[in-house]
């Protein structure tokens, strides 16, 4: 039974279309993030949300929107897709809220690798 | 400036050599030091983590974390072809900062 799952795996799109991206956690974690990983395998966080509350918005266009209708779900949707949106998407969760108490273990998915051409 | 900066490689070592991989970052507030792997096509999986300043083993990995100098260092003894992977340190704020991430290759 998968802890972090993602949907799709893989997703090939055209320049300009608007692509939604789905997470789900089974572990009963209170917050959950999305982060991208360039071409480097840099990763990086965009969003974070802690029960349903957003928590933490790096500096994301704003064509990227995400949305959590349960602390189980988080969402991502993306508007007006560029080259440059290409990358691997992952979805993670943990139990830790928004400030740091102890070590902040990230679970995650096994991502959502997004080509646009 | 970055707050975690790792050495991206790739390194390629023969089974059974040591592997040493290093990370600096810039905010002596951390407190909690991480270290993710990477299978290719799959998702991080904690590897090991270190609360402060010192040693900590488990089985064939061993992290250290040298706090007055800002230095992380993971090291993987006997090494296995099934240890290639990419190797990702993190420091714990409230985000989770990544280093770059390593990618070690373990020949046989």
């Known amino acids: 039974d998968t802890a972090v799952s993602q949907t799709p795996k893989y997703l090939v799109t055209q320049m300009g279309n608007d692509k939604s991206i789905k997470c789900e956690q089974n572990?009963?974690?209170?917050?959950m993030y999305w982060y991208k990983q360039d071409s480097k395998k840099f990763l990086k966080i965009m969003f974070s949300?802690?029960?349903?509350?957003?928590?933490i918005n790096e500096t994301v266009p704003n064509r990227f929107s995400p949305k959590s209708p349960d602390k189980a779900h988080l969402n991502l949707h993306i508007n007006s897709l560029e080259l440059g949106d290409s990358a691997v998407y992952f979805c993670a969760s943990s139990q830790v809220p928004d400030r740091v108490i102890g070590a902040n273990v990230l679970t995650f998915g096994a991502g959502s690798r997004l080509t646009v051409l | 400036q970055k707050e975690v900066e790792q050495d991206p490689g790739p390194l390629s070592v023969p089974e059974g050599a040591i592997v040493s991989l290093n990370c600096t970052y810039s905010?002596?507030?951390?407190?909690?030091f991480m270290w993710y792997r990477q299978y290719s096509r799959k998702g991080p999986e904690l590897l090991m983590y270190t609360y402060s300043s010192g040693n900590k083993e488990d089985g064939r990995f061993t992290a250290q974390v040298d706090k007055s100098s800002k230095y992380i260092s993971l090291f993987i003894r006997d090494s296995q072809p099934s240890d290639s992977a990419t190797y990702l340190c993190a420091v714990n704020d409230y985000k989770l900062s990544f280093g770059a991430g390593t990618t070690v290759t373990v020949r046989a």
């Open positions: 572990l009963g974690h209170d917050t």
């Open positions: 949300y802690n029960n349903k509350e957003l928590i």
């Open positions: 905010n002596s507030a951390f407190q909690y």
